[in-house]
C-alpha cells in the first residue's frame, strides 16, 4: 500500500505540531502544562522517527526484492551520537521542525540537548563505524551494521579535585525512542563445553560442539537514514538474554530464584563495554561478547540468504563483511563452523566462500594493542573453533611451506598459535589469512603495516594489501554541528558540497574575498563565545574568546603526548614569571578526552594537566594571557561544539605511532589550522591544505627508527637545553603539585630516563613551531585566510570519499536507490 504512512512521512509544519502533542499524550501522557523536558524530547524523537519508518521499510523491502549485495560492518563499537539533530537534518526538515518547535513555545536546541547519546564506543574507531554506516546511507549502498547493545557505554568522566572519576553510563535509563526489538529474530549462542565426533546418515564423519551453556541474542534495530536520500539502511545491535530453558534442572528441584540468577549471568554477557585499556585484555567476558555478537550476526546473515531462496555456497556474492579490527576476527573460524558443521558443506568450498566473505581492517601499529588470546581461556570458551583454527592453521602453513621452502622462522612467525612462551592465538592473524582484503587507515599507516606488523603476510599476498585513509561524515561535524558556518559556505557556494564534499573546494577563491573572511572570522568568534559559555559552566574557567583556542581532545595516552603539550605551557609561564612583560598571543589551551580506568600514567597526565591549570589560571602575573581547561567527558555531544570553535588543532603524537586519526579532519574541516607531526592522516592533510597551511614539527616515523636503532639518551637532551631542563626541574619540585615532589615524580622520571614516545626529541621542535603558530595569529587577515583554505582543501577527507574506496577495491559494491 504505497500511500500507507504516507501523511507521517513528510509531515507539514502542522502535521509536525499535531503529531508532537499526539505523541506527548499518547506515548509519554503528559500534557505541555506538566510535561518535563524528558517528555518533550521523547515526544518530539517519536515525531521524527514516525518521519522515516516509511523509508527505512521500503529500503528493507527493496533489498529483499532485489537481492542487492549487502555490506555488512561488523564491530564491537558503534559511536553514535545524539540522533534526533542528525536525523532531523537528514531528513532535510531542520528549519520546518525548528520553526514547529518554536510556534509550540519551545526551543529546539534545548529539547536535542535532553537526548542522552549512546556511548557504544571508545573512541576513534567506534566513531569511524558511525561515519561509515552514515555515509552508506547517504551513498545509498545497501548495507547494515552489526554491533552490541551494551546496557552501559563508555564510562562517564567527572574530575574531582583534578583527578578523573568514572561513573557508570546509565544511556537507557529512559529508554531509547531510536530502536526497535525484534525477538522474532532472536538466535541461540552456544558458549563452553566441548565438542565429540558422530557418523551422520550418510556415513559421514561429523563433529558436534556441546556447550556448556546457551544464551539468546536479541536484535535491537535503529534506522540510519541516508542525507535527503530514501536509503535507510540498518543497524542492528544484539542484547544477551537467558535462552528460553535458562536453567531446568535447578528450576525443577524447586530452586526458582537459584535458575533466575543463571538468568542474570546470562544478561551480564552484553552489560557493559570494555575500555580499551590493556590490562584488561584476555578478559573471558571480552571474548563472549566479541564471539555472541559475530555468532549472533553470521545467524542472521544466513537466515538472509536462506529466506532469499539462495545456497549457502553463494554466501559470498550476498555479503561482503568488514571487519572493524580484529574485534570480530573470530567470524572467520564461526563461518567456517556454520558451513561445516551446521549445514554440511565441504571444507574446501567452505573456505572459498568465507574468504571471499571478509575483508579486514587494522587500526594499529602498536605491538602491545594487537589482540591475542591465552589458548586455555580460547579453549575453554570456544573449544570447536579452536580445533577449527588448528585446521586453518595446518593447511595454511602448508602453504607457507611450500612458497619458502626450509624457511622454519617464516612459520612461526605467521602461525595462527604464538607459541614463544605461555601460548595464544593471534587474532591479527586469523584477520589476515581468512580475508581477500586488508587495509590500513592512511597512506603512511598501510605502509608501515606491510613493512613491519603485517611484513610477511604482506610477502605471501601484496595483492590484498591496499589502503582506505579514514573520512568523517560532513553531515554531523559540518552542517549539523556547525550551522553558522554552513551558511555562510552554502551562501557562497550554494548547498550541494554537504551531498558532495569534493564541491567544498569551491571556497577557495573566497579566502581572498575580504568580505567572505569577514563573516567567516565573525562566526569562529560566535562559535568561540558559545563554547566559552560551555567551558565556564562546566568548569567554573572563564576564558576571553578573543584569545586562541588551542584545543587537543581525543583518547588520554603517552602515544599522543598530551605531556608534550603541557611541557609547551609550562614553559610559556616560565617565561612570563621571568618577564611579565613579555608580549605573548593570549592562548586558551582546552584539553578533553577519558583516560582507560586502568591506565595509572594517562590518568596521571589529566592529574598534570589540571595542576598545572590550577598554577596558571589563578597567578596574576599571569594576567589571564594564558588560561588551561580541562573540560570532562569529552564525547560526540562535547565534540560537535568544540571543533567549530578551534584555532588550533593539536596533533601531536610521535610519528609512527597514530594509525589516521579523525579528529584532525574534524578540525580542518571547521576552519582550525593544524599543528603536527608527519603521523597518520596529518601527513595526506598537510599534502591537502598545502604546507603553508600546516604547522609540522618533529621527527619523521623513519627518523624515529634510525634513532631508535642507534639509541636514544633522552638526559642528553635534559642537559643540552636550558628551557626544557627548567620545565621538568618545575614540575619536579612540585611546584604544580603544592610541594608534593613525588606526584609527578614517575613522568617526569620516565621522560628522562627511557622516554618511549621522544617527547624530549620533539621538544624544541615543537616549541619553535609554536612560535611560528604565534607569529602568524597575531596577523588576524592572514590566519583567516589560511582558516579558510584549511576548509576548502578538506574535500578529500569526507567518509563518502573513505565509503566509495572501500565500495570499489574492496566490497565490489554500487548504489541500490530505493525509489519512493
Ligand atoms: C581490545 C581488547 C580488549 C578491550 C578493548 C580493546 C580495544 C577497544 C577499542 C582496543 C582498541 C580500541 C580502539 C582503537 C581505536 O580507536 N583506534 C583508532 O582508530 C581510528 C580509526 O581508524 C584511528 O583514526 C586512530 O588512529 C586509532 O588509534
Redesign the pocket.
Known amino acids: 500500500n504505497a500511500a500507507l504512512g504516507r501523511d507521517r512521512s513528510l509531515p507539514t509544519r502542522e502535521g509536525l505540531k499535531r503529531a508532537f502533542l499526539d505523541h506527548l499524550l499518547y506515548t509519554q501522557n503528559k500534557s505541555l502544562a506538566i510535561a518535563s523536558r524528558n517528555d518533550l524530547y521523547q515526544a518530539l524523537a517519536h515525531t521524527i522517527r514516525d518521519c522515516m519508518l516509511r523509508t527505512w521499510f521500503d529500503t528493507a523491502s527493496s533489498y529483499k526484492a532485489k537481492h542487492s549485495r549487502m555490506v555488512a560492518y561488523l564491530s564491537?563499537?558503534f559511536l553514535m551520537g545524539p540522533y534526533l539533530g542528525n536525523n532531523v537534518l537528514n531528513l532535510g526538515l531542520m528549519d520546518e521542525v525548528k520553526a514547529a518547535i518554536a510556534e509550540l513555545g519551545l526551543d529546539f536546541d534545548d529539547l536535542a540537548n535532553q537526548e542522552e547519546e549512546p556511548g557504544l564506543g571508545?573512541?576513534?574507531?567506534?566513531r569511524?563505524a558511525a561515519c561509515f554506516i552514515d555515509s552508506l546511507a547517504s551513498l545509498e549502498i545497501p548495507a547494515i551494521g552489526y554491533g552490541i547493545r551494551y546496557e552501559y557505554g563508555i564510562f562517564y568522566q567527572t574530575i574531582i579535585d583534578g583527578w578523573q572519576v568514572e561513573n557508570t553510563d546509565k544511556w537507557l535509563r529512559y529508554g531509547n525512542p531510536w530502536e526497535i526489538q525484534h525477538a522474532e529474530w532472536s538466535v541461540e549462542i552456544k558458549l563452553g563445553g566441548r565438542t565429540e565426533t558422530y557418523t551422520d546418515d550418510a556415513g559421514k564423519f561429523r563433529v558436534r560442539w556441546v556447550p556448556e551453556k546457551t544464551v539468546a541474542g536479541v536484535p535491537f534495530d535503529s534506522p540510519i537514514l541516508g542525507y535527503r536520500v530514501n536509503t535507510a539502511n540498518t543497524l542492528r545491535l544484539w542484547r544477551a538474554e537467558a535462552t528460553e530453558a535458562f536453567d531446568f534442572p535447578t528450576f525443577n528441584r524447586g530452586d526458582y530464584l537459584g535458575a533466575v540468577s543463571k538468568k542474570v549471568t546470562s544478561e551480564n554477557l552484553t552489560k557493559v563495554l570494555?575500555?580499551?585499556?590493556e590490562s584488561?585484555?584476555g578478559?573471558e567476558l571480552?571474548l563472549e561478547q566479541q564471539y555472541f555478537f559475530v555468532s549472533c550476526s553470521l545467524q542472521d546473515m544466513l537466515r538472509i540468504q536462506i529466506n532469499r531462496g539462495q545456497p549457502v555456497t553463494e554466501f559470498h556474492l550476498a555479503f561482503a563483511i568488514q571487519l572493524n579490527?580484529t574485534?570480530p576476527a573470530i567470524g572467520v573460524a564461526e563461518l567456517m563452523r556454520l558451513l561445516v558443521d551446521e549445514h554440511q558443506i565441504v571444507w574446501e568450498q567452505a573456505w572459498d566462500v568465507t574468504r571471499q566473505t571478509f575483508a579486514y581492517t587494522n587500526?594499529?601499529l602498536l605491538p602491545e594493542?594487537l589482540?591475542r588470546w591465552p589458548l586455555k581461556l580460547f579453549e575453554r570458551v570456544l573449544p570447536r573453533h579452536l580445533e577449527i583454527i588448528y585446521e586453518i592453521n595446518a593447511r595454511f602453513l602448508n602453504e607457507v611451506r611450500i612458497r619458502f621452502l626450509g624457511d622454519e622462522s617464516r612459520l612461526s612467525r605467521l602461525s595462527l598459535i604464538d607459541e614463544s612462551g605461555e601460548r595464544y592465538v593471534r587474532m591479527a592473524h586469523l584477520a589476515c589469512v581468512g580475508s581477500s582484503a586488508i587495509n590500513g587507515?592512511a597512506e603512511l599507516h598501510s605502509e608501515l603495516l606491510k613493512r613491519d606488523v603485517l611484513a610477511d603476510f604482506y610477502a605471501m599476498w601484496p595483492e590484498k594489501f591496499t589502503n582506505v585513509t579514514?573520512g568523517v561524515t560532513p553531515r554531523r561535524w559540518i552542517a549539523l554541528s556547525n550551522p553558522r558556518q554552513t551558511s555562510l559556505v552554502s551562501r557562497a557556494i550554494g548547498n550541494d558540497w554537504i551531498k558532495d564534499f569534493s564541491r567544498i573546494k569551491e571556497l577557495e577563491p573566497f579566502a581572498d574575498d575580504a568580505g567572505f573572511a569577514a563573516d567567516w572570522q565573525a562566526i569562529k568568534r560566535d562559535n568561540k563565545i558559545e563554547l566559552a559559555g560551555q567551558l565556564l559552566q562546566r568548569t567554573g574557567i572563564r576564558v576571553d574568546p578573543d584569545s586562541m583556542f588551542d584545543v587537543q581532545v581525543k583518547r588520554i595516552h603517552e602515544y599522543k603526548r598530551q605531556h608534550l603539550a603541557v611541557l609547551h605551557i609550562v614553559a610559556l609561564y616560565h617565561r612570563l614569571k621571568s618577564d611579565p612583560n613579555l608580549d605573548v598571543v593570549p592562548r586558551t589551551f582546552i584539553f578533553g578526552g577519558k583516560a582507560a580506568p586502568g591506565y595509572h600514567r594517562a590518568k596521571l597526565i589529566i592529574k598534570l594537566i589540571t595542576s598545572v591549570g590550577d598554577v596558571v589560571n589563578n597567578d596574576p602575573a599571569v594576567r589571564d594571557r594564558l588560561k588551561v581547561v580541562f573540560l570532562p567527558n569529552f564525547s560526540v555531544t562535547r565534540g560537535q561544539r568544540i571543533y567549530p570553535a578551534a584555532d588550533l588543532s593539536e596533533q601531536i603524537s610521535l610519528a609512527g605511532k597514530?594509525?589516521?586519526?579523525?579528529g584532525n579532519m574534524k578540525f580542518a574541516m571547521n576552519g582550525a589550522l593544524t599543528i603536527g607531526t608527519m603521523d597518520?592522516?596529518n601527513v595526506e592533510i598537510r599534502e591537502e591544505v598545502g604546507a603553508d597551511q600546516f604547522f609540522l614539527f618533529g621527527l619523521t616515523a623513519e627518523e624515529v627508527y634510525a634513532l631508535r636503532a642507534r639509541g636514544y639518551s633522552p638526559s642528553d637532551y635534559y642537559r643540552n637545553n636550558a628551557e626544557l631542563h627548567a620545565v621538568l626541574d618545575l614540575i619536579r619540585s612540585g611546584f604544580f603539585s603544592r610541594g608534593d615532589a613525588n606526584l609527578f615524580a614517575p613522568l617526569i622520571d620516565e621522560l628522562m630516563h627511557t622516554d618511549p614516545y621522544m617527547l624530549l626529541v620533539d621538544y624544541q621542535s615543537y616549541v619553535d613551531c609554536q612560535g611560528e603558530v604565534d607569529r602568524t595569529y597575531r596577523d588576524t587577515q592572514d590566519w583567516t585566510r589560511r582558516s579558510i583554505l584549511n576548509a576548502a582543501r578538506s574535500g578529500k577527507f569526507s567518509s563518502d570519499r573513505s565509503i566509495r574506496d572501500y565500495a570499489e577495491r574492496v566490497w565490489k559494491v554500487g548504489p541500490a536507490p530505493v525509489s519512493s
Open positions: 564491537a563499537e571508545n573512541g576513534g574507531l567506534g569511524l570494555y575500555p580499551n585499556d584488561d585484555q578478559k571480552r579490527d574485534h587500526h594499529t594493542a589482540e587507515v579514514n597514530e594509525a589516521s586519526g579523525t597518520g592522516a
